[in-house]
């Protein structure tokens, strides 16, 4: 299996976190990850009235803009995501397909001005984690700590650790497995 996980920009010029979230990606899944870019006009995806991205849209583009090359797909973005039964989402996934995206926009809520840049670069690295786990077909998860939880304060992805627990690391670990097979 050459597995390659995409990490991209659709932000532009890409945030510096671009690099440590490929790095931790890799380690997280133990598969190699390179940034490249992939899609940049989004525009198909904003809703007037609501001055916000629909996020389903955009994971559906990427999955379609991407060669086989790459197993999965992590795209960072810095605009407002919904989808039509929420207000806002952090980010959203492909339940076991190829496409992940999160969004920084609401990730430095609460933050003190100085001083609070690696707690942005951790809630950023979970959250992207967090959705990409997702497409390996992890649902959410019970435990406070585990980086499959959903968070819908922010407060509570401060809680959370950047690791999978032990239940969803094997889960995870057999996906790869599988994958791995195909
Ligand atoms: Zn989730
Ligand atoms: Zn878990």
């Known amino acids: 299996m050459h597995a390659q996980i995409l990490v991209t920009s659709i932000s532009s010029p890409p945030p510096s976190i671009l690099e440590p979230v490929r790095l931790a990606v890799s380690q997280a899944f133990g598969l190699a990850a390179s940034t490249a870019p992939l899609l940049h006009d989004i525009e ?15 994971l559906a583009a990427l999955d379609q803009a991407a060669t086989n090359q790459w197993l999965k797909i992590l795209a960072l973005t810095d605009v ?3 989808i039509p039964i929420l207000t806002h ?16 926009y609401r990730l430095a809520d609460g933050l003190p001005d100085a001083g609070s840049g690696s707690i942005f670069s951790q809630r ?6 967090h959705e990409l786990g997702h497409t390996f077909h992890l649902k959410h998860c019970p435990d406070p ?7 819908r304060r922010i407060k509570d992805v401060d809680h959370k650790d950047q690791s999978f627990c032990r239940y969803c690391r094997i889960l995870l670990d057999e996906e790869i497995a599988r994958l791995a097979r195909r």
């Open 89 to 104: 989402v952090f980010g959203e996934a492909q339940m076991g397909g190829r496409a992940a995206m999160l969004s920084m």
């Open 44 to 58: 198909f995806a904003y809703h007037f009235s609501r001055n916000q991205y629909h996020s389903t849209a955009i």
């Open 80 to 82: 407002d995501l919904f």
């Open 124 to 129: 950023i690295v979970k959250e992207a984690l």
């Open 145 to 151: 700590a585990c980086i499959m939880h959903y968070c």
